[in-house]
């Protein structure tokens, strides 16, 4: 499968903003899909992951409540909606790809696919 993510752009802090990530191939829907975020001069960090069927998510604490991932398989995209907007939350954002068979908890390196990331700047 192969992810491309979009939607990114300039927002002010408290903006919403949402980000697709579209896939190609058949099998999409037999995979969990994460997003992630890299700021300048730090680690890539989980955002959110949600699996193949969309029945379970799992955030990370600093988007809980704030970020919500959903997915339409017959459209082969994922969605992240994302609220209340932070300058913290300023980065590069991307998507990718997990087999099922790890957990929703999976490290970076169990995702593949990554796609080419979309850049969300938030002004304060």
């Known amino acids: 499968v192969q992810l491309q993510a979009s939607g990114g752009g300039l927002v002010q802090a408290g903006d919403p903003l949402r980000l697709s990530c579209a896939a190609s191939?058949?099998?999409?829907?037999?995979?969990?899909i994460g997003w992630f975020r890299q700021a300048p001069g730090k680690e890539r960090e989980f955002v959110a992951v949600?699996?193949?069927?969309?029945?379970?998510?799992y955030y990370a604490g600093s988007v809980k409540g704030r970020f919500s991932i959903s997915r339409d398989n017959a459209k082969n995209t994922v969605y992240l909606q994302m609220n209340s907007l932070k300058p913290e939350d300023a980065a590069v954002y991307y998507c990718?790809?997990?087999?099922?068979?790890?957990?929703?908890?999976?490290?970076?390196?169990?995702?593949?696919?990554w796609g080419q990331g979309t850049q969300v700047t938030v002004s304060s």
């Open positions: 191939g058949r099998t999409f829907s037999t995979y969990d």
């Open positions: 949600i699996t193949w069927n969309a029945r379970s998510t």
């Open positions: 990718a790809a997990k087999t099922p068979l790890k957990p929703l908890t999976s490290g970076l390196g169990d995702f593949g696919s």
